[in-house]
């Protein structure tokens, strides 16, 4: 069983910066596609970015540019770095790990992202 646990949300004004961490137990993180969704309310959660373990990145379109997304296989630990936040990012933030041939998923708690103008 694979934990993952999110960090670093919080309250940010407009065109600020945050970085978003996610720590996984268990030893075997390099062989997951790692990704982060966010959530909105009254949205159906969405992709942000994903990576994977191959090391291919993909982000969604309303990204522009403006968030990176990372990994470090030996810390078990996957980041977003967020910068010239809009009002519009507002959301809940999650990880996740995936396994690209057994569909095996795990999701983080989530972590609030809240911009304001």
Partial sequence: QVRLVESGGGLVQAGGSLRLSCVASGPTFSIYDIGWYRQAPGKQRELVAQVTRGGSTNYADFVEGRFTISRDNAKNMMYLQMNSLKPDDTAVYYCRLSHSWTGTTY??????VTVSS
């Fill in 107 to 112: 999701w983080g708690q989530g972590t609030q």
